[in-house]
């Protein structure tokens, strides 16, 4: 079983939906939960993070973690054909540690 | 401020070879990390340096890959020799101090070995 798991899509919606990602996890010592975007043929984009439990918003961009259910996800409001990317959960326990990343999600936001 | 700089972005080499990729993380980052993709899998760790030394090396597939960071600034992946299953994308990333969640990624060298 992988520690982190995220499904790779290809998910498509129209400009201005709401879009939710999401991913689930197995290690409880996990404490710093990162969302990063990435284009093609680029490398990943920090997003934003969490620390432990609870949301975290950055404009259209929220993040929430629930650690009792071991599930991360990422909200994107109005979506905008830019964001159209792969989005990918990551995760470390802080540390030395190392970061352990899902599969990604492909996202495509149709004007 | 450059980012994190990765050279080739792109290399394609024959089984048996050798591939010598190199990282410039953002000026000031002690912390230097190395990563793999392969196809249809997921981002991978590979090793991380605290300056010029090694702090983990545990996501190192095999003692094919060799990798050095000569005083504590740019660093170099060296893969030799080259196999099929090296393929993939090579990412590299820095941070200050161990704030890894805030890490900086470069644009990846893509490798293809035939």
């Known amino acids: 079983q992988k520690e982190v798991e995220q499904d790779p899509g290809p998910l498509s919606v129209p400009e201005g939906a709401i879009v939710s990602l999401n991913c689930t996890y197995s290690n409880s010592a996990f404490q710093y939960f990162m969302w990063y975007r990435q284009y093609s043929r680029k490398g990943p984009e920090l997003l934003m993070y969490t620390y432990s439990s609870g949301n975290k918003e950055d404009g259209r961009f929220t993040a929430q973690v629930d650690k009792s259910s071991k599930y991360i996800s990422l909200f994107i409001r109005d979506s905008q054909p830019s964001d159209s990317a792969t989005y990918l959960c990551a995760t470390h326990s802080g540390g030395y540690q190392k970061v352990t990343f899902g599969t990604g999600t492909k996202l495509q936001v149709i004007p | 401020e450059a980012g994190v700089t990765q050279f080739p972005s792109h290399s394609v080499i024959e089984k048996g070879q050798t591939v010598t990729l190199r990282c410039d993380p953002i000026s000031g980052h002690d912390n230097l990390y190395w990563y793999r993709r392969v196809m249809g899998k997921e981002i991978k760790f590979l090793l991380h340096f605290v300056k010029e030394s090694k702090q983990d090396e545990s996501g190192m597939p095999n003692n094919r890959f060799l990798a050095e960071r000569t005083g504590g600034t740019y660093s170099t992946l060296k893969v030799q020799p080259a196999e099929l299953e090296d393929s993939g994308v090579y990412f590299c990333?820095?941070?200050?101090?161990?704030?890894?969640?805030?890490?900086?990624f470069g644009q990846g060298t893509r490798l293809t070995v035939v």
């Open positions: 990333a820095s941070s200050q101090d161990l704030r890894v969640h805030e890490a900086f």
